[in-house]
């Protein structure tokens, strides 16, 4: 089995995991040949990724478009107009990559910290937004959870009632 050292993380990992160079030439014969890279796959997937999300960043002004959070850690891409529903259930990733090649539209775009873009999801709407206070949320919480009451009209009760006394002489 033959290993390389991969110079990103310096750990040896077998041949496989490097990625080849495509139409790479010797440079005596010009015969082509397999050239490995130097970067094993899964340190050169990290970089792409960060590259991406240094992209996404800089395009979207380097904070949620709702709150103002700056962290990077915290953001992440959101679809305004549904846009991303074409993509089906493409990773995060790839999302990026898609919205990159579409010029990062803020149309269809935006950047959101995961507190705005799961409250978003999960209730229609955030918070930043309406400008509710902590008490007013769960003041709705709490109606959402009483039981609702039902009226049942009086007459279908009593057919029913009269249905099952027959039944049970």
């Not at 478009?65 to 959101?78: D, K, R």
């Not at 995060?92 to 705005?116: D, T």
Request: charged share 30%; net charge positive; proline share 2%.
């Amino acid at each position: 089995m033959e290993t390389k050292v991969c110079l990103e993380c310096g750990k040896e990992k077998r041949i496989e995991t490097f990625g080849t160079c495509k139409n790479v030439q010797h440079q005596k014969s010009g015969k082509a040949v397999v050239r490995r890279k130097n970067i094993c796959q899964t340190c050169f997937s990290k970089r792409q990724k960060a590259r991406v999300q240094l992209s996404m960043l800089e395009a979207f002004d380097w904070k949620c478009q709702c709150c103002g959070e700056n962290h990077p850690e915290f953001l992440s891409l959101q679809h305004v107009t549904g846009f991303g529903r074409t993509l089906g259930s493409r990773a995060s990733f790839k999302e990026k990559i898609f919205a990159r090649k579409h010029g990062w539209n803020r149309e269809h775009f935006s950047v959101l910290c995961y507190n705005c873009n799961v409250t978003r999801q999960y209730f229609g709407r955030c918070p930043h937004q309406v400008g509710d206070t902590p008490e007013q949320a769960i003041e709705r919480l709490r109606k959402k959870a009483e039981p609702k009451r039902y009226y049942v009209n009086a007459r279908f009760v009593n057919k029913m009632l009269e249905k099952v006394e027959k039944e049970s002489s």
